[in-house]
């Protein structure tokens, strides 16, 4: 399959998790992709898409900095001439009930989730007017977007804000050809999700990671959690021209989760 063929492609957060499997996955579609993270381990990812044949090239990038970004930027239209997808993907996430969270923590995750969503938006938009080919961004948010749960305040609050971003700048830019859509993930079985404070508080109270894992497994309506690879077919949807008439849109992949 080429449904990327010689699409240049930017993906944050590509260290791990769905970032590593949308990488990867560009790449297998014929994509030349730019990976980019604020952790050197991306460059185990270029590497593994080199080994398979792939193009890639990783950059090291702090999403909060406007400066990195148009850095990020300029290195991916010197390299390839124009950019064709760009992949907001990179997150994080603290769980804390509100009456505890400080201030450091809510500015960090809207930072992280929102600014960096903002900053990778306005760049590409300007990248891709310079090729006069339209493009198509990508936005990961979270279904914490679309239904609230404890302790997740600032996460819902900067994912939420993702949602109507891409809403908002897809009817600025329609008549550009540059669609703007958002993924809304479900569960997913991700290295960061693992490490969460919520999630080890989780495993403590039920007495172990295995067990905890098949209490939510036990919950989910198709009775498994999402795979990185399961949110990363949906990102290549609307990465490709498959979508072309697809703007403005949400896709949820969450198993069914928010269908109940």
């Known amino acids: 399959m080429e449904r990327l ?78 950019l064709d997808v760009l992949v907001n993907n990179a997150g994080t996430a603290t769980s804390r009930p509100v009456a505890d969270l400080s201030l450091a923590e809510w500015r960090e995750q809207l930072a992280v989730n929102l600014d960096s969503a903002f900053l990778g938006t306005k760049y590409a938009v300007r990248t891709m007017r310079l090729g006069k080919r339209g493009g198509s961004i990508v936005n990961v948010a979270s279904v914490s977007a679309l239904v609230g749960s404890p302790g997740t305040a600032a996460y819902s609050a900067s994912k939420g804000g993702v949602r109507m971003l891409s809403k908002a700048v897809a009817m600025e830019c329609a008549q550009d050809g540059i669609r703007v859509n958002t993924v809304f993930p479900g569960g997913v079985r991700t290295p960061s999700w693992q490490t969460a404070d919520w999630w080890r508080g989780f495993v403590d109270q039920i007495g172990g990671e295995e067990e905890a894992w098949k209490q939510l497994e036990a919950s989910a309506p198709m009775g498994r959690m999402g795979e990185p690879e399961d949110i990363a077919e949906a990102i290549l949807y609307l990465a490709s021209d498959a979508s072309r008439y697809v703007t403005g849109s949400e896709l949820v992949v969450d198993g069914g989760y928010t269908a109940r």
Do not use: Y
């Not at 993906?11 to 952790?39: K, M, N, P, W």
């Not at 460059?43 to 398979?52: G, K, L, M, P």
């Not at 999403?63 to 001439?81: C, I, L, P, Q, Y």
């Open 5 to 82: 063929k010689d699409k240049v492609a930017l993906v944050t957060g590509a260290a791990s998790g769905i970032g590593r499997a949308t990488a990867l996955l560009f790449a297998r579609e014929g994509a030349r992709v730019v990976a980019t993270d604020i952790a050197g381990t991306g460059e185990q990812v270029v590497q593994e898409i080199r080994a398979a044949g792939g193009q890639a090239l990783f950059l090291l990038h702090d999403v909060t900095d406007e400066v990195v970004w148009n850095k990020v930027m300029s290195r991916t239209f010197e390299a390839h001439g124009r």
